[in-house]
């Protein structure tokens, strides 16, 4: 069973500015690997939503975590009912993430 991964706008935002950060700080090509990393991540989730982890310190339990590039993860939801994976964040390990959540 395929489930349909949503990108909320925050993530987006993120995708694109770091997207933008790899291309100008080192070169096109970083940039576009970056995103491919993206998508094979989101692609993945679409048949094993319930891959990731939720051992992360601050993290309450209705999310769930990935890996995808070095520091970073994808942060989701995962909708049973209605079939949808909802990517709230991208968040790199070495932040404050628990202020992402109020904690």
Request: net charge neutral; no cysteine; aromatic share 12%.
């Amino acid at each position: 069973m395929r489930y349909r991964v949503d990108v909320s706008p925050k993530a987006q935002e993120q995708l694109v500015a770091k997207a933008s950060e790899l291309t100008i700080m080192q070169d096109e090509a970083l940039g576009n690997r970056f995103v491919d990393a993206f998508v094979e991540a989101k692609e993945s989730l679409e048949t094993l939503p319930e891959r990731g982890t939720r051992r992360l310190r601050f993290l309450p339990a209705i999310y769930r975590l990935i890996p995808f590039w070095p520091h970073l993860w994808l942060i989701y939801r995962v909708g049973k009912k209605e079939k949808v994976v909802y990517i709230d964040l991208m968040v790199d390990d070495r932040s404050d993430y628990g202020s992402l959540f109020n904690l």
